[in-house]
């Protein structure tokens, strides 16, 4: 697990009360070490992702919480069609492989 402080000292540009202000709006859900945040390395990236947001993308705040709520659509619906694909024998994979990708 990966402490708050080694996650600040390792994303150029975030500040620990960045951070913590983002665990407080709950954008992150890291596990809890003895009452600290201890981020997994999904965590860490989806604190990459929340700094591109604010300092490459210059999206407000107040759209941020939409803007994760959508992604995490996104990679779930990806899951999700991952397991249809991997449920169905070759032939039929293969099939709907080539007509969706």
Same mark, same amino acid.
């Not at 983002?22 to 965590?43: H, K």
């Not at 989806?46 to 759209?63: A, G, K, M, S, Y």
């Given at each position: 697990?990966?402490?708050?402080?080694?996650?600040?000292?390792?994303?150029?540009?975030?500040?620990?009360?960045?951070?913590?202000?983002?665990?407080?709006?709950?954008?992150?859900?890291?596990?809890?070490?003895?009452?600290?945040?201890?981020?997994?390395?999904?965590?860490?990236? @989806?604190?990459? $992702?929340?700094?591109? &947001?604010?300092?490459?993308? #210059?999206?407000?705040?107040?759209?941020?919480?939409? =803007? !994760?709520?959508?992604?995490?659509?996104?990679?779930?619906? @990806?899951?999700? $069609?991952?397991?249809? &694909?991997?449920?169905?024998? #070759?032939?039929?994979?293969?099939?709907?492989?080539? =007509? !969706?990708?």
């Amino acid at each position: 697990m990966i402490t708050l402080q080694t996650v600040c000292e390792t994303i150029p540009g975030l500040t620990e009360a960045d951070l913590r202000h983002w665990l407080a709006q709950d954008w992150i859900r890291p596990d809890q070490r003895a009452g600290e945040p201890a981020f997994r390395e999904i965590d860490v990236a @989806r604190i990459r $992702l929340i700094c591109e &947001l604010h300092q490459d993308l #210059e999206v407000e705040e107040p759209t941020v919480p939409l =803007v !994760l709520s959508l992604l995490d659509q996104l990679y779930a619906t @990806r899951r999700q $069609l991952r397991l249809v &694909l991997e449920a169905l024998d #070759e032939p039929v994979r293969e099939k709907l492989g080539s =007509v !969706l990708f």
